[in-house]
């Protein structure tokens, strides 16, 4: 079964796992310059059929969605979310209390 719930309730599959044990050892220098993510932007790349566009990678999707929103949005722009939202408990700036939120009918 899919869930979709958030990105760090449930582990790894074996496959990534397995990946990650065959890199374990080797010496990169990391932040988005390493082969891993230069290997991951070019298969992005390919599979949309665009090579003159930036991709860059994040650690997780509340880092994407906080990104994402504040990009996106202006200062007195809000995002809109159900009461169950992960969004809405996750990229909050408050503590998760539904009385912070106004309802709409």
Do not use: C, W
Request: net charge negative; aromatic share 8%; proline share 3%.
């Amino acid at each position: 079964m899919y869930s979709f719930k958030n990105d760090y309730s449930e582990r790894a599959h074996p496959r990534i796992l397995n990946a990650l044990m065959e890199s374990n050892l080797v010496q990169e220098v990391g932040y988005g310059e390493d082969q891993f993510t230069r290997k991951a932007v070019e298969l992005l790349k390919g599979k949309i059929g665009r090579t003159d566009v930036d991709i860059h990678l994040l650690s997780g999707g509340t880092q994407t969605n906080l990104i994402a929103i504040s990009a996106f949005l202006r200062p007195h722009e809000a995002a809109i979310a159900a009461s169950t939202g992960h969004i809405l408990g996750h990229e909050n700036y408050k503590e998760y209390d539904p009385s912070n939120f106004a309802a709409l009918s």
